[in-house]
């Protein structure tokens, strides 16, 4: 009977805990902080021609080649064939793909969409049950 107590409790401290409403951030928020996360990105994967990336943007363009400059609202991609170039503002960027990108970089990327999907979805049950 002991046991059993101590599962429940130990089970509606962890439920109380994991089940807390998240404060919503505005759109403009989360699209402020995805750029800086992108500019990180960006400045891990360091500038030249062996710093190949794949940009997908907002507007469903998409731009392969190396990262040749990196400034401080953008950076440039620069097109291996042709030579193009284009600027890209951090804040234009849906997903990029780098091949610099170490193993660690990606699980944390990962960890952190898990983390913002699960509070997410804490924040509707909560959002809801009211």
């Given at each position: 009977?002991?046991?059993?107590?101590?599962?429940?409790?130990?089970?509606l401290v962890v439920s109380a805990v994991s089940v807390r409403p998240v404060a919503a951030s505005s759109n403009a928020e989360k699209e402020v902080r995805f750029a800086g996360k992108v500019k990180l990105g960006v400045e891990k994967f360091g500038s030249g021609r062996d710093t190949r990336v794949e940009v997908k943007l907002r507007d469903k363009t998409r731009l392969?080649?190396?990262?040749?400059?990196?400034?401080?609202?953008?950076?440039?991609?620069?097109?291996?064939?042709?030579?193009?170039?284009?600027?890209?503002?951090?804040?234009?960027?849906?997903?990029?793909?780098?091949?610099?990108?170490?193993t660690g970089a990606k699980i944390a990327i990962g960890v952190s969409i898990a983390v913002g999907l699960i509070l997410l979805i804490s924040w509707l049950i909560v959002a809801g049950s009211d």
């Open positions: 009977m002991k046991k059993l107590l101590t599962m429940m409790v130990a089970c392969k080649g190396y990262v040749s400059e990196i400034g401080e609202n953008e950076f440039v991609v620069t097109d291996v064939k042709t030579g193009a170039s284009n600027k890209v503002a951090y804040a234009d960027v849906k997903q990029i793909k780098g091949n610099n990108m170490s």
